[in-house]
């Protein structure tokens, strides 16, 4: 079945089922879901809280069927999106991708003269936002595990992000057990390569609306094999300049007072991160890469998540889920005329420290 991803375009899509060869295929049970506690609610826009309304309002999640697809004769770019050798887009790997990139990678795959071709067997570890600490631990990462049904010759293919970010990936798939024999392809976003032999793992996320069990239990495996640091209250600062909380100081003055620590998970390895949340039983922090780490925090943990009410997010809600995890977020307002969702926050400390007394012990 090929049909257009937009009328107005000349992008044409085909399921991998269709092009590939299916080695295997997984089904999954379905799971039970619960809304999380939303403080200030009401602040939330009704356009982005109606985006939210599966992940949140669900009362069953439906099993999805995991799949394990082989293509060959492909080109793969633009963080992970592949095309066949008509040119024709891989469907499974658009994730997050817009039109306009989709057209302009068709567009610069046919126009270039020369592109290396690879030969071999690879599995395909990218996909949109590869560069992003949570996409990649919980969207990314957790396809190696299906290394196990394919042949032993098989090399993985992995981004090359930021240089911090690729110590991340390293540690990572050598945390995961990754034989050292396995050759690992790396790709920038711009680059562009002609795979002989492709694979590509299909159900185990869709960003905003689905993420399967497999994607945090592949995360206990690695916690198991890292020692905790004992710290049972966390804070999560902030490296990033988006979402910041203008009276940080404040916030963590006080909670420091209810024996919380504050923590900067981008200073600290990879395994550093594990360590320091592996004993929490309460993470507080901004939804941003760093809140990621509570798939390594303690089964039944409180979560508070700060949020600006325009943010359409339920990744770290579906983390919770799957780890039985008390999750709250306490949305707020971002300063600024715009209430851009990437502004700063001026939070209510005293209310927020009402929240945290009310944990559960």
Same mark, same amino acid.
């Given at each position: 079945?090929?049909?257009?991803?937009?009328?107005?375009?000349?992008?044409?899509?085909?399921?991998?089922?269709?092009?590939?060869?299916?080695?295997?295929?997984?089904?999954?049970?379905?799971?039970? !879901?619960?809304?999380? +506690?939303?403080?200030?609610?009401?602040?939330?826009?009704?356009?982005?809280?109606?985006?939210?309304?599966?992940?949140?309002?669900?009362?069953?999640?439906?099993?999805?069927?995991?799949?394990?697809?082989?293509?060959?004769?492909?080109?793969?770019?633009?963080?992970?999106?592949?095309? %066949?050798?008509?040119?024709?887009?891989?469907k499974e790997t658009i994730t997050q991708?817009?039109?306009?990139?989709?057209?302009?990678?068709? /567009?610069?795959?046919?126009?270039?003269?020369?592109?290396?071709?690879?030969?071999?067997?690879?599995?395909?570890?990218? /996909?949109? @936002?590869?560069?992003?600490?949570?996409?990649?631990?919980?969207?990314?990462?957790?396809?190696?595990?299906?290394?196990? &049904?394919?042949?032993?010759?098989?090399?993985?293919?992995?981004?090359?992000?930021?240089?911090?970010?690729?110590?991340?990936? %390293?540690?990572?798939? /050598?945390? #995961?057990g990754i034989s050292q024999n396995v050759?690992?392809?790396?790709?920038?976003?711009?680059?562009?390569?002609?795979?002989?032999?492709?694979?590509?793992?299909?159900?185990?996320?869709?960003?905003? +609306? &689905?993420?399967?069990?497999?994607?945090?239990?592949?995360?206990?495996?690695?916690?198991?094999?890292?020692?905790?640091?004992?710290?049972?209250?966390v804070l999560l600062l902030r490296d990033?300049?988006?979402?910041?909380?203008?009276?940080?100081?404040?916030? #963590?003055?006080?909670?420091?007072?209810?024996?919380?620590?504050?923590? !900067?998970? @981008?200073?600290?390895?990879?395994?550093?991160?594990?360590?320091?949340?592996?004993?929490? %039983?309460?993470?507080?922090?901004?939804?941003?890469?760093?809140? +990621?780490?509570?798939?390594?925090?303690?089964?039944?943990?409180?979560?508070?998540?700060?949020?600006?009410?325009?943010?359409?997010?339920?990744?770290?809600?579906?983390?919770?889920?799957?780890?039985?995890?008390?999750?709250?977020?306490?949305?707020?307002? +971002?300063?600024?005329?715009?209430?851009?969702?990437?502004?700063?926050?001026?939070? !209510?400390?005293?209310?927020?420290?009402?929240?945290?007394?009310?944990?559960?012990?």
């Open positions: 079945m090929v049909d257009s991803v937009n009328s107005a375009t000349d992008i044409e899509i085909v399921s991998a089922l269709d092009v590939g060869f299916n080695v295997i295929t997984l089904s999954n049970d379905g799971y039970n !879901n619960r809304k999380p +506690t939303i403080f200030n609610e009401h602040l939330i826009p009704e356009k982005i809280r109606r985006s939210m309304s599966i992940g949140w309002d669900s009362i069953d999640i439906s099993g999805r069927e995991i799949r394990v697809i082989k293509l060959n004769n492909v080109f793969v770019g633009e963080q992970g999106l592949v095309l %066949d050798s008509k040119f024709r887009v891989i991708h817009s039109v306009a990139e989709i057209e302009r990678f068709i /567009k610069k795959v046919k126009a270039s003269t020369h592109i290396e071709y690879v030969q071999g067997k690879f599995l395909n570890l990218r /996909k949109r @936002g590869e560069q992003n600490y949570g996409h990649w631990l919980i969207e990314c990462l957790p396809k190696i595990n299906y290394l196990n &049904y394919l042949d032993n010759d098989f090399g993985v293919l992995a981004p090359n992000v930021s240089s911090q970010m690729n110590l991340v990936i %390293d540690a990572s798939l /050598k945390l #995961s050759m690992i392809m790396r790709m920038s976003k711009d680059n562009i390569k002609f795979f002989q032999t492709l694979v590509i793992v299909e159900g185990i996320t869709h960003h905003g +609306t &689905y993420m399967a069990p497999q994607a945090v239990q592949f995360h206990d495996e690695l916690r198991k094999q890292v020692k905790g640091a004992g710290l049972k209250k990033s300049p988006h979402r910041r909380i203008s009276n940080i100081e404040h916030l #963590s003055s006080s909670l420091s007072k209810l024996g919380f620590l504050s923590i !900067n998970p @981008g200073r600290l390895s990879f395994n550093e991160q594990i360590s320091a949340i592996k004993d929490a %039983d309460s993470v507080i922090g901004v939804m941003g890469a760093e809140m +990621t780490n509570i798939v390594y925090a303690n089964k039944f943990a409180n979560i508070l998540n700060i949020s600006p009410a325009s943010m359409p997010d339920t990744f770290f809600h579906f983390i919770s889920v799957h780890k039985n995890q008390a999750y709250n977020e306490f949305r707020c307002e +971002t300063q600024g005329p715009e209430k851009n969702r990437n502004g700063s926050m001026h939070i !209510n400390v005293e209310e927020v420290c009402d929240i945290v007394n009310s944990f559960p012990l």
